[in-house]
């Protein structure tokens, strides 16, 4: 395992001495640390470095509260010193100490960050302002979920503070998502957390249409319709709770996409009225739904290993390829896709994949997936004291562990979240919407039978947090 808490300590040491010298030099620390970080990010847009460029657009900066009388708030004794000074000092340090000024210019921007959070001038500290939804406010008559009931936990205190400001501006429609979050929890976290992801891409929500989940209008004048469902485990299947059952390899890739098979088909049923449940609820029927994209959005919670498959699954059950390892000469495990149309899901049925291969699917126009919008995922997103080790995507060093402080762990509510597009969809989806470098994007091409694939640099795979009271359950 690689372990960058060295290099972290120093992004913090040096973080603390910038923080303590905005401190010193202004009589209004906030109004300084907002210029700074500002100017920073004004010079940061001009590297050539995608990573940091997909980083500072999320952080969307209240640049409006700033003071440009900047003679009133400095002191005259300090009018000399600059942060940005202290920053090219510790950059060029850096650059020379890891022989690579790539690396020296993210750890820069990671301080900004520290700078930017210490302040609270980062979405990172969410909406305060608007009227949310009690989602702890106990209102279930029926058995409590049980990753409810671990949240209650006094540890989860600001995780919790996180989620009820994730339903700022949400609609609760049929005045029973409360309720149900307690009693299901992870199809309405799953829920809450597309939400807010189309709060960040500026998307409009529809909530006079009741049905499907979010009728949407995005920035690029795009409308598209989203349904939200996730994969559980079969009635009396115990994985996703107990942990010390854990599937393995091939078996846990297997059940796994043929609970993403079962999902898709439900959902598919719907919007073509397919079986007496669905006739009278039609999706296609609907004024609102019809010529628009149909967009199923999917997370897995049918095991309690769900959040390791990434897009083992999803890649057998859209394109048919399944990874098959091997150890080399040089003792290096290597893998290879290899193709099929057809996986066993018990021993006298056998269902198809590759889904997005044909046009039998066309109704679908993509399916958006995540592995990652978990709990952890509120977890990143909140000032909890715990450790994050998170595995994320490089295409020349290949997957890279990290393990941190959550104070000093960064990720963006987007990263993790895969899109992909139906190739043989009646109505595309637009190559515009979700092309943010957080997300990644695959498109199967049938000329030659290759999934495209593009996913940028340092982005989320995986992540799991680690407590110091490892003895209280964690929600999945």
């Known amino acids: 395992m690689k372990k960058d808490i060295d290099k972290y300590d120093l992004i913090k040491s040096f973080g603390n001495k910038v923080i303590s010298i905005i401190e010193l030099i202004s009589v209004n ?63 060029s340090d850096m650059a020379i100490k890891f022989d690579d000024y790539n690396i020296a210019a993210i750890m820069r921007i990671r301080i900004v960050e520290q700078v930017m959070f210490y302040y609270k001038l980062s979405t990172r500290d969410f909406y305060k302002c608007g009227k949310t939804i009690d989602l702890f406010k106990i209102v279930s008559k029926n058995k409590l979920h049980p990753n409810f009931q671990n949240l209650l936990h006094p540890k989860y205190k600001l995780v919790r503070e996180v989620l009820v400001s994730w339903t700022e501006g949400f609609e609760d429609r049929d005045k029973k998502f409360a309720k149900q979050f307690q009693e299901t929890f992870n199809s309405m976290f799953w829920e809450l957390y597309l939400y807010q992801c189309l709060r960040v891409l500026k998307m409009e929500i529809d909530f006079s249409k009741q049905s499907p989940d979010f009728a949407v209008k995005s920035p ?168 994050i080790q998170a595995n994320t995507f490089h295409l020349e060093k290949g997957r890279i562990t990290s393990e941190l402080p959550n104070e000093m762990y960064f990720e963006s509510l987007l990263d993790g979240l895969q899109v992909h597009r139906n190739p043989f969809a009646e109505i595309p989806l637009d190559l515009n919407e979700f092309s943010n470098y957080e997300i990644s994007s695959y498109l199967y091409d049938p000329l030659t039978e290759i999934v495209n694939v593009n996913q940028n640099n340092n982005t989320l795979v995986s992540r799991i947090t680690k407590w110091e009271m490892e003895n209280i359950n964690e929600p999945i």
């Not at 980083?55 to 300090?78: G, T």
């Not at 796994?256 to 669905?278: Q, V």
């Not at 390829?321 to 080399?328: A, H, Y």
């Open 29 to 91: 620390p906030y109004q300084v640390a907002l210029k700074f970080v500002l100017e920073e990010v004004k010079a940061a847009k001009t590297w050539e470095i995608p990573y940091i460029h997909g980083r500072i657009i999320q952080w969307d900066i209240n640049e409006a509260s700033l003071d440009n009388r900047e003679n009133n708030f400095i002191k005259e004794e300090f009018k000399k010193i600059s942060p940005h000074d202290l920053l090219d000092m510790f950059t």
């Open 220 to 387: 690029y004048g795009n409308e598209f319709i989203i349904e939200a469902v996730i994969t559980n485990g079969t009635e009396g299947d115990k994985h996703h709770y107990e942990k010390d059952k854990i599937r393995e390899d091939v078996e846990l890739i297997n059940f796994a996409s043929i609970r993403i098979l079962n999902s898709i088909y439900e959902k598919y049923k719907h919007y073509m009225g397919i079986g007496d449940k669905y006739k009278k609820s039609k999706y296609s029927d609907l004024e609102h739904v019809k010529g628009k994209p149909f967009i199923i959005a999917i997370a897995p919670f049918e095991q309690s290993a769900s959040f390791i498959q990434n897009n083992q699954a999803i890649n057998l059950v859209l394109y048919g390829q399944r990874i098959k390892t091997k150890i080399n000469e040089s003792k290096e495990i290597i893998g290879e896709f290899i193709n099929i149309d057809k996986i066993k899901k018990n021993e006298e049925t056998l269902l198809d994949v590759g889904l997005f291969t044909n046009d039998k699917y066309k109704e679908i126009s993509a399916v958006i997936f995540s592995t990652t919008a978990t709990f952890s995922k509120a977890v990143s997103c909140s000032d909890a004291d715990c450790i």
